[in-house]
């Protein structure tokens, strides 16, 4: 397993904008993506975009949110806009990696598996006012 490491967390008044940065491995055939834990609440998972580029989002953060992935810095981002209260949490970023020839179903079927995925980092605070 690999630990990843995510930045750019922070506080921001409502309205604003964030960007997650996240160093991760440079699979060829992934699950990639975001979820979050707000205090006292389930975990959420928010964004995730698959090796074919295709990108599933929750109800909750579509239209505003991007995840996306700088394939020459490896780095997965995302980028946060009209950010209200209720995004307030500790975000992580996760990922995995599938050999050819294993099941691979695309973002929809990462999305469903974001929690499991095999590698994560320890968070990153966002904190909307």
């Known amino acids: 397993h690999v630990q990843l490491v995510e930045s750019g967390g922070g506080s921001v008044q409502a309205g604003g904008s964030l960007r997650l940065s996240c160093a991760v491995p440079g699979y060829s055939r992934y699950c990639m993506g975001w979820f979050r834990q707000a205090p006292g609440k389930e975990r959420e998972g928010v964004a995730v975009?698959?090796?074919?580029?295709?990108?599933t989002y929750a109800g909750s953060v579509k239209g505003r949110f991007t995840i996306s992935k700088d394939n020459a810095e490896g780095t997965l981002y995302l980028e946060m806009n009209a950010l209200n209260a209720e995004d307030t949490a500790i975000y992580y970023c996760?990922?995995?990696?599938?050999?050819?020839?294993?099941?691979?179903?695309?973002?929809?079927?990462?999305?469903?598996?974001?929690?499991?995925?095999?590698?994560r980092g320890q968070g990153t605070q966002v904190t909307v006012s």
């Open positions: 996760a990922a995995e990696g599938y050999p050819r020839g294993s099941p691979y179903r695309g973002s929809s079927w990462c999305f469903v598996k974001i929690y499991d995925l095999a590698n």
């Open positions: 975009i698959a090796s074919d580029g295709s990108t």
